[in-house]
């Protein structure tokens, strides 16, 4: 009966053994599967964070071209950079760009800039070429800068 009961004791042993090799394996590929998930997420994003620094660049270059009128330029670059989440970050290294795109981002465009009255539309230009007269030298700098823009490493 010892016999029997030890025998028994050990397949009990070797079963358990055995289901949880399995499901430390099982563990293990799960990990490995998600790692690699994460780590194509990483890439995914990486490569949308690329291609927006370089519709950043391309638009900086087409306004010192003369290809992009400057309040259009600094709309969208201001946009983009808030995309990246870096507005707040680069501000500070192109003062005359941001201090336009604060100006004019809230500016109706397209169908609801068509939508106000004359005088508010002839109004909100009055303000933006203003601004535009002011800064276009700091604007234009700016561009200069970002058209070879690379980002500091974040920390």
Same mark, same amino acid.
Do not use: N, W
């Given at each position: ?28 590929? $799960? ?19 690329? $291609? ?84 276009? $030298? ?11 823009? $690379? ?5």
């Amino acid at each position: 009966m010892s016999t029997a009961i030890v025998i028994l004791g050990f397949i009990v042993i070797v079963a358990l053994s055995s289901y949880a090799t399995y499901l430390l394996l099982k563990l293990q590929r $799960q990990k490995k599967r998600q790692q690699a998930e994460q780590a194509e997420r990483e890439a995914i994003a990486s490569a949308k964070r690329a $291609q927006v620094l370089d519709d950043i660049r391309y638009i900086a270059t087409a306004m010192t071209e003369d290809r992009c009128e400057i309040s259009e330029g600094v709309v969208r670059i201001g946009r983009l950079f808030e995309i990246l989440s870096l507005s707040e970050r680069v501000a500070p290294e192109f003062p005359a760009l941001f201090q336009h795109f604060e100006l004019i981002k809230d500016h109706p465009i397209m169908e609801a800039r068509q939508a106000l009255p004359k005088q508010e539309r002839m109004k909100l230009d009055l303000i933006r070429m203003k601004s535009e007269a002011a800064l276009e $030298q700091g604007i234009s700098d700016d561009a200069k800068k970002l058209s070879a823009y $690379q980002p500091k490493a974040m920390h």
